[in-house]
């Protein structure tokens, strides 16, 4: 092939543009960090970054499915003020492990009220989850008004420095999170969602159960959302209320970055991953780059909006040539 | 296998509309049977009660003489009934294999969908169209990249996938070329022969006379007549639909010598964009000018270019000066206006009022701050010139029947005036009376001087309206036919490429 068509590979492999974005962002952080692929760096920025990785999943899920999830940073903080709250730091491992299977279930029952009400009662999914993220996020800020509490540090110590066979554990999960979409998306569960994201009245003429596919896949948002609070507490060792905050509009970036469309039906879960790691390391980038604190949202948010208009622009470029 | 589906004094309202008052139907297996009425007589609705995408407000349904009740398409399917959807039910980003089969995968023992089992139960599929296709179809191509006429076999072949009893076709020839509504025929007497039923939703009469055993015909909301189709005319079926009888009769535009003095309007020289390859033709002012050939040659390109809508090479003179037409909006300055071939997505803002769509394209023409009176008083001006039918123009065009938003379609381009008029197949979907209106409004708009440059998929309308028609056949004109060339037999001809009886253009 002489020319390869850009078109072409962006809709075939809605991944090709965020991998170009990662393997970019990798390299300069190498540049800037020549230490980077030591185990211990390493380890260090994954754990970091898998929070957001496991939110940036469910949010994908949701955005596919054809809605937005707005609430996840609420359900992280719930999750977290619990733990930090009813563990604490003299818990035993016991009781820790208990806690998070209960933080689990919050998740999947916050994720099973945001569902409802646009499954079920077609609420507008934006103002839905705008709605639910006040009362997850008041719902944690009641359980923990000040910042405080804690784990046992030996179950934190077990998510920060864990790394089987010389790796960090965030690889095993994204692994495991592939393998599972590799599978998902290959079967009816994964075809009903990708028809309702694409163009839902058709999917329900073709008898698609609609409204199950748009509740679930709130479900499994709420699920990964507290995955990702249970992982963030273990980071931290502590609670904190507004823990989640940022977490959500970083979640829909890394989404987007990960070339799904956000009006649903386009992409899957492996750019999303991508678009996430990249997020997180052009972080990084900029804490390396000694750039003044006062720039630092500037410089982020340049670089973000230059990522996401990339495809746009080189499209524009090809329709002129044409 | 069920044997027979009746529907009795169904009853449904959309809000405060009563779309069917009293709609009557009855279906066997191994007949076809056509739902004939007018736009906005309720075919549509009818099909959807029996499908259950819509739940009845009144009336039941009896399947095999035992009252049923369908609460979601699910119900009907499982019952055995397909639909073929006017509105088409394909995801567009979903590949044709995934569309056709979807809720019905072939699963492997991990519960993944078989691939190789869907790919070759798709290629079966698609061998039932075979040599129809215009394009190289693959059961991997997203649907989204089809032609319009290839989605509509896509929608037919998903109905029968699941071997229905039942299938309705609900307008399923309007995107087809002959050859395609050829083999649809010959697929549905096979279907009829293996015992299905069939319901066929049709504008156009040749076919139901084709294919169809009974009739039933709608007209606001009630079933006003039902029977076997070989006691009836195309005159009779009219008569029930309208009540008008002489909507057929229209008389051709003035003669052609007449036109042959006038100054030339417009004029194309090898005119180049995405499906065309090289098209060159002149117009003479007041001429009212076919676009012929099967679907897809190109005819939506050429009409699209010409309205500066789409890239394209190649010269074009208006009055006699060369003229670079793109954006539309240069087009529209020097007199040009485009209907286009979708007015769901390219003609109407649906949820908008009459009177916005309307003067859309002219409240340049009120000032600012804007003279709200005297907009309103044009468009229901125009309204009125159109005999459109509304409640008011503050109501939204959805409102509004297939014909009579058609005709806000038309009147929002009149209302700038326009010197040169380019139709995209102005009445697709268009119940039998407005398109009597359509075609009596542009004879007289060529008697008044204007020239219409018109493509349809409708033959007769080509022969019976126009001076003269260009035949596309894949990008190029094929041949022109006019005076006593121009009948039905050489258009067909031509439009399949096959002769030059039309002698070269």
């Known amino acids: 092939m002489k020319r390869l068509n850009w078109n072409f590979l962006m809709s075939r492999y809605p991944a090709f543009f965020p991998l170009i974005l990662l393997v970019l962002s990798i390299a300069i952080n190498l540049f800037l960090q020549p230490n980077m692929f030591a185990l211990d760096t390493l380890n260090g920025n994954m754990r970091v970054f898998l929070p957001l990785i496991l939110v940036a999943v469910g949010q994908a899920i949701v955005l596919l499915g054809g809605g937005i999830d707005i609430s996840v940073g609420g359900i992280v903080a719930i999750v977290n003020t619990i733990l930090a709250t009813r563990v604490g730091l003299d818990g035993t491992p016991e009781k820790m492990w208990q806690f998070v299977i209960l933080s689990l279930l919050v998740g999947v029952l916050a994720g099973s009220i945001n569902g409802f009400f646009i499954a079920y009662l077609r609420l507008q999914p934006i103002i839905t989850t705008y709605a639910t993220s006040f009362l997850y996020g008041g719902f944690a800020l009641f359980i923990l008004p000040n910042p405080g509490g804690g784990i046992p540090a030996k179950v934190a110590e077990l998510y920060r420095s864990t790394t089987p066979l010389g790796l960090p554990l965030a690889f095993y999960v994204i692994a495991i999170l592939l393998g599972f979409w590799l599978y998902v998306s290959s079967t009816r569960y994964g075809k009903f969602l990708f028809a309702v994201g694409g163009k839902a009245e058709a999917a329900y003429e073709t008898a698609v159960p609609v409204t199950t596919i748009q509740f679930s896949t709130y479900v499994i948002s709420g699920f990964m959302a507290a995955l990702a609070g249970i992982a963030i507490t273990m980071l931290s060792g502590s609670g904190n209320a507004e823990i989640g905050n940022a977490i959500t509009l970083n979640s829909i970036t890394a989404v987007v970055i990960g070339g799904n469309a956000m009006s649903g039906g386009v992409g899957g879960v492996a750019g999303p991953i991508m678009g996430a790691i990249t997020l997180n390391l052009i972080q990084n980038i900029i804490s390396f780059a000694h750039i003044d604190t006062w720039w630092e949202t500037l410089v982020k948010a340049t670089i973000i909006v230059v990522a996401l208009a990339t495809p746009g622009v080189i499209n524009l470029f090809q329709r002129r040539r044409s | ?505």
């Open chain 2, 1 to 505: 296998m069920s044997l027979s589906l009746s529907a009795q004094n169904v009853v449904k309202r959309y809000g405060g509309v009563l779309a069917l008052s009293d709609g009557n139907l009855d279906v066997h297996a191994g007949e076809v049977v056509a739902l004939i009425g007018a736009n906005g007589s309720g075919k549509s609705t009818m099909s959807k009660v029996i499908n259950g995408v819509v739940v009845l407000d009144g009336g039941r349904l009896l399947l095999d003489d035992k009252p049923v009740h369908f609460s979601s398409p699910q119900a009907a399917k499982k019952m055995g009934i397909a639909t073929v959807f006017q509105e088409l039910s394909l995801i567009p980003k979903m590949t044709v294999a995934e569309n056709i089969w979807l809720t019905r995968e072939p699963l492997n023992a991990l519960g993944q969908v078989d691939r190789k089992v869907i790919k070759q139960k798709t290629q079966q599929l698609l061998s039932l169209f075979e040599g129809t296709y215009k394009t190289d179809l693959h059961p991997d191509d997203p649907v989204a990249s089809l032609p319009p006429d290839e989605k509509q076999i896509i929608e037919i072949l998903k109905a029968i996938s699941f071997d229905p009893w039942m299938v309705i076709l609900d307008e399923a020839t309007a995107s087809l070329d002959s050859r395609q509504v050829n083999r649809l025929f010959e697929l549905v007497a096979r279907w009829k022969a293996d015992g299905k039923a069939i319901v066929f939703v049709s504008h156009r009469m040749e076919e139901i006379f084709r294919i169809a055993d009974k009739f039933s015909v709608l007209r606001n909301g009630k079933t006003v007549g039902a029977g076997e189709i070989k006691d009836i005319n195309e005159k009779g079926l009219v008569k029930l639909m309208i009540e008008k009888e002489s909507i057929f009769s229209f008389a051709r535009a003035a003669k052609v010598e007449e036109k042959t003095e006038k100054p030339i309007c417009l004029e194309v020289k090898d005119l180049r964009a995405d499906t065309l390859r090289g098209v060159s033709f002149s117009v003479r002012e007041g001429e009212l000018v076919g676009i012929g050939g099967l679907r897809g040659q190109g005819q939506r390109d050429l009409l699209l270019s010409l309205f500066g809508d789409i890239p394209y090479s190649g010269l074009v003179k208006l009055f006699g000066s060369e003229t670079r037409l793109r954006p539309p909006r240069e087009a529209m300055k020097k007199g040009m206006a485009l209907v286009p071939g979708d007015r769901a997505k390219e003609g109407l803002l649906y949820i908008r009022s009459i009177l916005e769509n309307f003067q859309l394209p002219s409240w340049a023409k009120y000032g600012f701050p804007l003279r709200i009176a005297k907009a309103k008083k044009d468009a229901s001006d125009t309204g009125a010139s159109l005999n459109l039918k509304m409640a008011s123009l503050n109501e939204p065009v959805s409102s509004l029947s297939g014909g009579n938003a058609q005709k806000v379609v038309l009147g929002k381009w009149l209302m700038r005036k326009p010197k040169l008029l380019l139709l995209d197949d102005p009445t697709k979907g268009v119940d039998v009376g407005t398109k009597a209106e359509i075609y009596d409004l542009l004879t007289k708009l060529c008697g008044e001087g204007k020239t219409i440059l018109f493509y349809s998929s409708d033959d007769e309308e080509l022969v019976g309206l126009c001076d003269r028609v260009l035949v596309l056949h894949d990008g190029v004109i094929r041949s022109e036919l006019t005076g006593s060339s121009l009948t039905k037999e050489n258009l067909i001809a031509a439009s399949l490429g096959v002769s030059n009886s039309g002698g070269e253009a």
